[in-house]
């Protein structure tokens, strides 16, 4: 069955970088977008951008555009996000997902990521 | 931006039927999909391309989008349907969620 297994809960400074993980199973990892989607606490979902593994070829909603990267390893049919500078307001849960037409559906189970200033 | 606007609470009653809608300019000529979380938990899709239901998900949930609206029913709600609702669309290459229905059954 197809698999999102995501890194676990970070805490972090502000200023440091971060990488978290999405491990994903099941499935052929370079024919499908995988997107990240963050939540904080007791808020909504906002997309930050989705990567096709394929050929790499990545988008970033305006929001989150020069805040991360998002990147992909065909090897390890992993997808990353990475920021290289922290801040407080990066505090929050972040879901990887898999897209199938227009929607995402297969999450992985979250990454609690919780920065301090 | 595109704007995608939810009413952040519904009640219900046990048995009966919720309709959440969801409101964004011409959101009828996008496809619209739905989520539903509950506390702890990852979102799970329940509706997408407005009305069609991935494998698992029950029959009491269905979905319309026309005009300016999407609608997620669930019909002969449970107290099991209780449950944070968002939906989701694309918009000239970006995706869209909606704030988030709570769906209160009592």
């Known amino acids: 069955d197809v698999q999102l297994v995501q890194s676990g809960a970070e805490v972090k400074k502000a200023g440091e970088s971060l990488e978290i993980s999405c491990k994903t199973s099941?499935?052929?990892?370079?024919?499908?977008?995988i997107a990240w989607v963050r939540q904080m606490p007791g808020k909504g979902l906002q997309w930050m951008g989705i990567i096709y593994p394929g050929d790499s070829d990545t988008r970033y909603s305006p929001s989150f555009q020069g805040q991360v990267t998002i990147s992909a390893d065909k090897s390890s049919s992993t997808a990353y996000m990475l920021w290289s500078s922290l801040k407080a307001s990066d505090t929050g849960m972040y879901f990887c997902a898999r897209q199938v037409g227009d929607g995402f559906n297969v999450w992985g189970q979250g990454t609690m990521v919780t920065v301090s200033s | 931006s595109y704007e995608l606007t939810q009413p952040p609470s519904v009640s219900v009653s046990p048995g009966r039927t919720a309709s959440i809608t969801c409101s964004g300019e011409?959101?009828?000529?996008?496809?619209a999909s739905w989520y539903q979380q509950k506390p702890g938990q990852s979102p799970v899709l329940v509706v997408f391309?407005?009305?069609k239901r991935p494998s698992g998900i029950p029959e009491r949930f269905s979905g319309s989008n026309s005009g300016n609206t999407a609608t997620l029913t669930i019909s002969g709600t449970q107290p099991m349907d209780e449950a944070d609702y968002f939906c989701q669309a694309w918009d000239s290459g970006t995706v869209v969620f909606g704030g988030g229905t709570r769906l209160t059954v009592l």
């Open positions: 011409k959101l009828g000529n996008k496809y």
């Open positions: 391309q407005d009305t």
């Open positions: 099941g499935y052929t990892f370079n024919n499908y977008w």
